[in-house]
């Protein structure tokens, strides 16, 4: 089945976490072979641009264009933030709604091998 | 008074007795919510049982006394005492609980600049929550990014779009309220978290149009931060039931279920009702003493 149209704030928050999942930098193609799903290539640099704008992503010249990597200020503003709210409290999974964490040892073992049925 | 105001301290452990299984068979977002209605009713009546066997020290007040000594006493006095105890004490639990839940989400809410809705955190640990707010955002660490591939990190963020769009944490609160009130509804509470979950698992898969992929994405995550957050039973089973129930959907049996969910909340809520006629009729006797 085909994944319904993203909506453009859906598209820029993944351009942003291709960016970080790259660790290096990437350029608009780059960016758009690692997202698929038919976005033209104008879409992606829009976007780029837009997270620039925003002081999320830097960018340099390379070749006869750019390419682009995130900024790393704002994401460890928010990682100091986040460890300050989260390592006060050992009950966070009682109070935060987290999306998966916090397995016992058998039911890893239980998860893994519903993962191999999956992919054998 | 008879015993129809104790009921409604007791008919919540019926509750959630049946909380586990409603859940699994009135699927996700009925179960949320009806689990939800139920619990607050329940929570409702008790709140209103304790006052109900609170007030019933009324007749000791120095000018009743004084005025009719003799007045029917309905319930000894030590129990009238504990229900005001229980009372106080479910209020200030409610209320930490409310806070609790609160407060780490106003912290990790930032005011800087968002991907779209994502504010990502450079940190090593698999984390995506939810924070509501207006507008809402996903929290991403870099450690969720790269342990999942593009697909499925767009599987990560339909499911906490899901629980923004359908505002999970006012179900959450008042489910997580109503358990502070009367702890017999701890069951409940956990159930409605799960069914959140699963919930927002759905919405996911429907918006992707793959489960498989949505179950590989919550499996991973969960293997990943196996080692770091201490394992909490409750919730390691709860991955996996999300990753079974999203392998092969249960097919929701709403019918009789949603009806013994209402009978209880009703029966619990007609308790309260039954117990406060008996009270207007004391209140009448001594009143007219």
Request: net charge positive; aromatic share 4%.
């Amino acid at each position: 089945m085909e994944a319904k149209r993203r909506p453009r704030g859906a598209l820029e928050s993944e351009v942003m976490a291709a960016l970080w999942a790259a660790g290096k930098p990437l350029s608009p193609a780059d960016v758009q072979a690692t997202l698929g799903g038919g976005l033209a290539y104008n879409t992606v640099q829009t976007i780029l641009i837009r997270l620039m704008d925003k002081e999320l992503v830097r960018r340099a010249a390379q070749g006869r264009g750019h390419i682009y990597w995130p900024v790393l200020d704002a994401a460890t503003t928010a990682a100091d933030r986040m460890r300050a709210a989260l390592d006060a409290r050992p009950d966070r999974q009682a109070v935060l709604q987290q999306f998966a964490a916090g397995l016992g040892a058998e039911d890893a073992e239980v998860l893994r091998a519903l993962l191999d049925e999956r992919t054998s | 008074m008879t015993y129809a105001v104790y009921l409604p301290l007791i008919l919540p452990a019926l509750l959630a007795v049946a909380a586990r299984r409603a859940g699994d068979r009135l699927g996700p977002r009925n179960g949320a919510v009806g689990l939800t209605l139920a619990g607050i009713c329940a929570a409702a009546a008790t709140v209103w049982a304790l006052a109900l066997l609170a007030l019933t020290l009324f007749d000791d007040l120095p000018s009743m006394s004084a005025r009719a000594p003799g007045l029917p006493e309905p319930v000894p006095d030590w129990v009238a005492l504990t229900a005001a105890a229980a009372i106080i004490l479910a209020a200030g639990s409610a209320v930490q609980d409310l806070h609790q839940r609160r407060s780490p989400v106003r912290l990790l809410r930032s005011d800087q600049a968002a991907a779209g809705d994502v504010v990502m955190a450079a940190d090593d640990e698999p984390l995506a929550v939810a924070l509501p707010g207006r507008p809402g955002r996903i929290l991403l660490t870099t450690g969720m990014v790269r342990l999942l591939g593009p697909r499925e990190r767009s599987a990560v963020l339909a499911h906490e779009r899901a629980h923004l769009t359908h505002r999970h944490h006012l179900l959450m609160a008042t489910a997580g309220a109503a358990a502070a009130i009367n702890p017999l509804l701890r069951p409940v509470r956990d159930s409605v978290a799960y069914l959140i979950e699963r919930w927002a698992d759905e919405e996911a898969a429907t918006e992707l149009g793959d489960r498989d992929l949505v179950a590989r994405a919550v499996a991973k995550a969960a293997l990943a931060t196996t080692d770091r957050t201490p394992a909490l039973g409750v919730h390691g089973g709860v991955v996996v039931r999300r990753v079974r129930a999203l392998r092969c959907p249960p097919r929701p049996v709403t019918g009789r279920t949603m009806a013994a969910l209402v009978v209880t909340a009703a029966t619990a809520v007609a308790a309260a009702i039954i117990a406060t006629s008996d009270f207007v009729v004391l209140l009448h006797t001594w009143l007219v003493a």
